[in-house]
């Protein structure tokens, strides 16, 4: 059985930071490629940032976000700084490789003074 918990989400005031952290069991994680997508109210799930055999990110984090890994810990890290109230969402990890993608259950982040 496929798990992602994620967990870090919280309130921070902007420019604040938050480090959200994605424990995954059930896959070989090594082999999939890993990533954090976020889903704002009456908003589209968009991708924030992924990393496999290279690390990408959405234009609006660039700079201020920072995705790695730990493959022995089977864990996806997201490291959030300079946060702006824009950033604020539901975060879900995501575990993708071929057809199959796993999802996470989500952790609230509110930016907000």
């Known amino acids: 059985q496929v798990q992602l918990v994620e967990s870090g989400g919280g309130l921070v005031q902007p420019g604040g930071s938050l480090r959200l952290s994605c424990a995954a069991s059930?896959?070989?994680?090594?082999?999939?490629?890993m990533g954090w997508y976020r889903q704002a109210p009456g908003k589209q799930r968009e991708v924030v940032a992924t990393?496999?055999?290279?690390?990408n990110y959405a234009d609006s984090v660039k700079g201020r976000f920072t995705i790695s890994r730990d493959n022995a810990k089977n864990t996806v890290y997201l490291q959030m700084n300079s946060l702006k109230p824009e950033d604020t969402a539901v975060y879900y990890c995501?575990?993708?490789?071929?057809?199959?993608?796993?999802w996470g259950q989500g952790t609230q982040v509110t930016v907000s003074s």
């Open positions: 059930g896959i070989t994680f090594a082999i999939y490629e």
């Open positions: 995501d575990a993708h490789r071929d057809i199959f993608h796993y």
């Open positions: 990393i496999g055999g290279n690390t």
